[in-house]
């Protein structure tokens, strides 16, 4: 199985700050990488698939980047809706995995 | 509204079994793959199992595999999860989710609220 490494596991922000987010597989999956966004309580959300390509509805303060083994979810400027926890998941080859998630909080 | 609603999750005993649902609504159900992915309590997610939009190919998670069989009837917009053997460490949310085609390629593009199953004696 692919393993997906996500880095750091949390964070604190404040609204404003340009928030980035590592996530690192064990193999190459070229481009079949995406991310989610969980809110406590809630279902998980797809924000970025495909690595770079913004999911339709999902504010364009997302942004993906990254091919092979190394990727990065980046939010321009840290919404107070933006405080959540962060999975990326290859689909890449079966079974698709995920990292473990980066929960971002209030500074 | 396009929307996943599970249903079926309770309190079983380990080795009894238990069948999940899932009910589309919103969307052409048949134009796509759909997926049970799972989360245990305060951990991360699991893919557990997912089917193409004709049943043809359908995959497992080594977890589950030989446990658990997922299904789809069409005609009734529903996806199911059928557990068997089940086991303290299935203990989790269940969460269905719909592939963004209708082959298994993984992009969960829409997902329900879950439906906690609790694996105890």
């Known amino acids: 199985d692919i393993q997906m490494t996500q880095s750091p596991s949390s964070l604190s922000a404040s609204v404003g700050d340009r928030v980035t987010i590592t996530c690192r597989a064990s193999?190459?999956?070229?481009?079949?990488l995406n991310w989610y966004q969980q809110k406590p309580g809630k279902a998980p959300k797809l924000l970025i698939y495909?690595?770079?390509s913004l999911q339709s509805g999902v504010p364009s303060r997302f942004s993906g980047s990254g091919s092979g083994t190394d990727f990065t979810l980046t939010i321009s400027s840290l919404q107070p809706e933006d405080f959540a926890t962060y999975y990326c998941q290859q689909s890449y080859s079966t079974p698709p995995t995920f990292g473990p998630g980066t929960k971002v909080d209030i500074k | 509204e396009v929307q996943l609603v599970e249903s079926g999750g309770g309190l079983v005993q380990p080795g009894r079994s238990l069948r999940l649902s899932c009910a589309a609504s919103?969307?052409?159900?048949?134009?796509?793959?759909m997926h049970w992915v799972r989360q245990a309590p305060g951990k991360g997610l699991e893919w557990v199992s997912g089917i193409s939009w004709n049943s043809g190919s359908i995959g497992y998670a080594d977890s589950v595999k030989g446990r658990f069989t997922i299904s789809r009837d069409n005609a009734k917009n529903s996806l199911y999860l059928q557990m068997n053997s089940l086991r303290a460490e299935d203990t989790a949310l269940y969460y269905c989710a719909k592939d963004r085609s209708p082959h298994i390629d993984w992009y969960f593009d829409l997902w329900g609220r879950g439906t906690l199953v609790t694996v105890s004696s």
């Open positions: 193999q190459s999956i070229s481009s079949y």
């Open positions: 919103g969307f052409t159900f048949d134009d796509y793959a």
């Open positions: 495909a690595a770079s």
